[in-house]
């Protein structure tokens, strides 16, 4: 029956829903940047990446080949005739793409279909067929540079690791990605491990210890969970400056670990609390000592939430901007982290989304090998101490 002991909850369909929600909100963005990543920049700027396996239709300016690049210009019954293919004249495969209309000016770039003649001045005429061949004659020698041609073409779906290439083998861009990948660990390896160590042994005092105050502490630290990160940026900035770590690995470090400890303490102490206490009181008993126990019994039991809270401060860390931007002041560029060097990319290629998007993804492989590596745990830390 509902609202007895062991028996289904009449809302467990609204939770199943709920969860399936919170994965597509987090699952669509990330297949988003995956699929964009392998797109080409005229993809990404002419359609979202759902359509990235349906033909794209887009306008387009094409040329001609160059008359002067011709070393004779065949004439046929007294006309002049320039033949070729607008999409290989561009730099592209013939046949990729299929013309729906054309025109000349643009004003009117859908004025003719496939196969139409349009006129041109000078008695020059030129035809378009919808893979792209043209047929441009002119009753004197074409001069200069090619016909221009406006045109409505369906491109077959496009996919290219160029992107990659470009960000990971590019000399310009490989060294400052890969610089930007290693001061990333540095900044989130140290950040992760430090405040876990010190939140565990505040953890176990205040779950198993007893002494005046802990009421008081275990209050200030459900206090500090809600106090904004930006509120302790300055005076914060200002105390690492006056003692010299300011300006380096140090003084992140230490800001990750302040910002993350309340969180930590408050994980970690409700899981310790729910321990069976028979084990503890009987390890007191055989003489054991705090930190024995501490280190042999409540730390392999609490490998689940040390998981869990690993799992939020890497995430946290990894992506952090404005802590690095805050603590890491070098003009240099040797503390840079990805999350600067992306920021960098977009402010020196502008609208290459291709190359932002690869750099994107990039820097979030690194927290989808942690989070999936350990999600496991995630859910058994989350629900620490709430089941007595």
């Known amino acids: 029956m509902d609202g007895m002991a062991g028996g289904k909850s009449s809302l467990s369909w609204a939770v199943n829903i709920s969860v399936v929600v919170l994965v597509l909100l987090w699952l669509f963005p990330t297949v988003g940047l995956l699929v964009s990543s392998f797109r080409t920049a ?48 561009d730099g592209r495969t013939e046949g990729g793409a299929a013309i729906s209309a054309w025109g000349t000016g643009s004003l009117a770039i859908d004025e003719f279909v496939p196969g139409d003649t349009a006129p041109l001045d000078d008695g020059q005429a030129i035809t378009v067929q919808e893979n792209g061949d043209y047929v441009w004659t002119s009753p004197t020698p074409q001069e200069g540079r090619g016909q221009r041609v406006f045109t409505t073409a369906a491109t077959p779906p496009e996919f290219t690791v160029e992107n ?13 990605m890969t610089k930007a990948f290693f001061n990333t660990l540095t900044v989130t390896i140290p950040a992760t491990i430090i405040p876990i160590l ?61 910002f993350g400890l309340p969180l930590a303490i408050y994980l970690l102490r409700n899981y310790m609390v729910g321990l069976p206490r028979d084990i503890i009181e009987n390890a007191r008993v055989d003489g054991a000592t705090d930190f024995q126990i501490f280190v042999k019994i409540i730390l392999p039991l609490s490998y689940p939430a040390l998981a869990s809270f690993a799992i939020f401060q890497f995430l946290w860390t990894w992506n952090d901007l404005l ?31 291709e190359i932002l998007a690869t750099a994107a993804f990039v820097s979030i492989a690194v927290p ?11 859910v058994r830390g989350l629900l620490a101490g709430s089941v007595k």
Do not use: C
Not at 325 to 353: A, C, P, Y
Not at 368 to 378: C, G
């Open 42 to 89: 005229d993809q990404i700027a002419g359609s979202g990446w759902w359509t990235a396996m349906l033909p794209q239709e887009r306008n387009e300016t094409l040329r001609t080949d160059r008359p002067g690049d011709l070393e004779t210009i065949p004439q046929v019954d007294g006309v002049y005739v320039v033949e070729g293919n607008l999409f290989v004249a």
């Open 164 to 176: 990659y290439d470009n960000m990971l083998f590019d000399p310009s861009n490989r060294e400052g």
């Open 198 to 258: 010190i939140a565990a042994f505040a953890a176990y005092a205040l779950a198993w210890m007893d002494f005046p105050g802990r009421a008081l502490l275990i209050a200030a630290v459900v206090g500090l969970l809600v106090v904004p990160l930006q509120l302790a940026l300055i005076p914060l900035l200002r105390l690492h400056n006056e003692i010299g770590i300011g300006k380096g690995y140090l003084g992140v470090w230490l800001a990750h670990t302040g």
């Open 323 to 353: 802590v690095s931007l805050v603590f890491l002041i070098d003009s240099s560029g040797d503390t840079t982290v990805m999350t600067k060097q992306i920021v960098e990319l977009l402010g020196s290629r502008g609208g290459n989304w």
């Open 368 to 378: 989808l090998l942690v989070f999936f590596s350990l999600q496991r745990f995630l």
